[in-house]
């Protein structure tokens, strides 16, 4: 089983910046892909962006330019810098990760972290 803390959300000006970061803990065998979703209120959830285990990005088009994931292995941690925020970004903010148990291939969930984009 995999564990996913998300932390780093919070309430930020118009063309701000956050980090977010989002740590795996657990019993696994290796992580592959991680990344990240939001869903904003009334809304389905959305893509956001991806990293593979080679450190090859995609993103959406709304965020890109603007958004730049990034991962550290050694620490089984995934990162988000969103920068030039708007409005629009505001949502809880979900990683998620593609993970090998040695037995089983899953996808765990983060619980979400707040992100408020407001002046």
């Known amino acids: 089983q995999v564990h996913l803390v998300e932390s780093g959300g919070g309430l930020v000006q118009p063309g701000g910046s956050l980090r977010l970061s989002c740590a795996a803990s657990g019993s696994f065998f290796r992580i592959n892909a991680m990344g990240w979703y939001r869903q904003a209120p009334g809304k389905e959830r959305e893509y956001v962006a991806r990293?593979?285990?080679?450190?090859?990005?995609n993103y959406d088009d709304s965020v890109r330019g603007r958004f730049t994931i990034s991962r550290d292995n050694a620490e089984n941690t995934v990162y988000l810098q969103m920068n030039t925020l708007k409005p629009e970004d505001t949502a809880v903010y979900y990683c998620?990760?593609?993970?090998?148990?040695?037995?089983?291939?899953?996808?765990?969930w983060g619980q979400g972290t707040q992100v408020t984009v407001s002046s």
């Open positions: 990293v593979t285990s080679g450190d090859t990005t």
């Open positions: 998620n990760a593609d993970f090998d148990s040695g037995r089983y291939y899953d996808t765990a």
